[in-house]
T-cell receptor, first 112, second 117 residues
Framework: AQSVTQLDSHVSVSEGTPVLLRCNYS??????LFWYVQHPNKGLQLLLK??????LVKGINGFEAEFKKSETSFHLTKPSAHMSDAAEYFC??????????FGQGTELSVKP | GAGVSQTPSNKVTEKGKYVELRCDPI?????LYWYRQSLGQGPEFLIY????????DSGLPNDRFFAVRPEGSVSTLKIQRTERGDSAVYLC???????????????FGPGTRLTVL
C-alpha cells in the first residue's frame, strides 16, 4: 500500500529565507508523487509532480522537489519565501488506480 | 478555460436529512474523483468514475453514501440520513486520463462545505 508522511505539521519562515517542507513516502512500486497547495477558501492547486523522469522536479512559483529513492523522500523547497506562499501544503502519492493518497498537510507561515 | 465547479459552496443541514452535492468537471475530462476533507486533515478518497461507471468506490464510508455520473460529465454525490460526523469539505477533481493512469494530473474544484447540525 502507498502512503506519505509529512514530517512537520507547521513550518514558519521569514520572508526571503529558504523553505523546506519534508515528505517521506512508502510505495511497493515506482510511485507518482505530487505536491499540492491549498490557500484559505480556495481549491487545491498542483505545484509539481514526479513521474519517474528527472528526479529534480521544478514547479510553479519557484518551488521544486527532489525524488530520492534511497531515502524514500520527496521534500519541497523554495530558495526565497514570499508572503503569498503562506498556505497548507500536501504531499501526495498516487496509487496504480489513479486515486490520490494525501499526507496530513504542512501549514506554512511566512513572517514579514 | 473553466475549471472544476462545485455547488453549493456551503450546505447546512440537520441530522437525518438527505443532501446532494454537485460537481461539474472540466469539459472533456473522462476521469472524475470525489474526496472528503475533514478539519485539519488531508483529503481522503471516496470514489472514482471513468466515464459513466464507478471504477473504484472503495473509499465510500458506508451505504449512506453513493454517487452517480449518468452522462459521463456532471456527477452528484448523495448522502442519506446525514450524521454530524459527515461534516467536512467534499472535493471533486477531474482528469484527462482515458485509462487508469497514476500519473494523470487531477484538477480540483473549490469544494462544498457540508455542516450537519
Amino acid at each position: 500500500a502507498q502512503s506519505v508522511t509529512q514530517l512537520d505539521s507547521h513550518v514558519s519562515v521569514s520572508e526571503g529565507t529558504p523553505v523546506l517542507l519534508r515528505c517521506n513516502y512508502s510505495s511497493s512500486y515506482s510511485p507518482s508523487l505530487f505536491w499540492y497547495v491549498q490557500h484559505p477558501n480556495k481549491g487545491l492547486q498542483l505545484l509539481l509532480k514526479y513521474t519517474s523522469a528527472a528526479t529534480l522536479v521544478k514547479g510553479i512559483n519557484g518551488f521544486e522537489a527532489e525524488f530520492k529513492k534511497s531515502e524514500t523522500s520527496f521534500h519541497l523547497t523554495k530558495p526565497s519565501a514570499h508572503m503569498s506562499d503562506a498556505a497548507e501544503y500536501f504531499c501526495v502519492v498516487s496509487d496504480q488506480g489513479g486515486k490520490l493518497i494525501f499526507g496530513q498537510g504542512t501549514e506554512l507561515s511566512v513572517k514579514p | 478555460g473553466a475549471g472544476v465547479s462545485q455547488t453549493p459552496s456551503n450546505k447546512v443541514t440537520e441530522k437525518g436529512k438527505y443532501v446532494e452535492l454537485r460537481c461539474d468537471p472540466i469539459s472533456g475530462h473522462t476521469a472524475l474523483y470525489w474526496y472528503r476533507q475533514s478539519l485539519g486533515q488531508g483529503p481522503e478518497f471516496l470514489i472514482y468514475f471513468q466515464g459513466t461507471g464507478a471504477a473504484d468506490d472503495s473509499g465510500l464510508p458506508n451505504d449512506r453514501f453513493f454517487a452517480v455520473r449518468p452522462e459521463g460529465s456532471v456527477s452528484t454525490l448523495k448522502i442519506q440520513r446525514t450524521e454530524r460526523g459527515d461534516s467536512a469539505v467534499y472535493l471533486c477533481a477531474s482528469g484527462r486520463a482515458q485509462l487508469v493512469e497514476s500519473t494523470d494530473t487531477q484538477y480540483f474544484g473549490p469544494g462544498t462545505r457540508l455542516t450537519v447540525l
